[in-house]
């Protein structure tokens, strides 16, 4: 069974950084695609950022030059690391993946971005 979870979040002033961290099991990491989203209160859950089994990333405009996602294969962990951030970014956070059709999400971590 595949499971993700979620650390990292916490309260942070605007201007700071976070990084965030997934931790994967019951797969082999390293032939698929993972990604970050992020649902605020009210709105719909919204892609942030993705990264492919080929490294290739993609990101939200909302978020471009601001945040960064990484994986390391070796400890089947994929990263956000969240740099500049506004009161906007405030949401809980989740990792996806999709393995053999199935969507997988993580649990959430709350980042709240405020003074």
């Known amino acids: 069974q595949v499971q993700l979870v979620e650390s990292g979040g916490g309260l942070v002033q605007p201007g700071g950084s976070l990084r965030l961290s997934c931790a994967a099991s019951?797969?082999?990491?390293?032939?698929?695609?993972m990604g970050w989203y992020r649902q605020a209160p009210g709105k719909e859950r919204e892609s942030v950022a993705t990264i492919s089994s080929g490294w290739s990333t993609n990101y939200a405009d909302s978020v471009k030059g601001r945040f960064t996602i990484s994986r390391d294969n070796a400890k089947n962990t994929v990263y956000l690391q969240m740099n500049s951030l506004k009161p906007e970014d405030t949401a809980v956070y989740y990792c996806?993946?999709?393995?053999?059709?199935?969507?997988?999400w993580g649990q959430g971590t709350q980042v709240t971005v405020s003074t």
């Open positions: 996806n993946t999709n393995v053999g059709g199935t969507n997988y």
């Open positions: 019951g797969m082999i990491f390293r032939v698929y695609g």
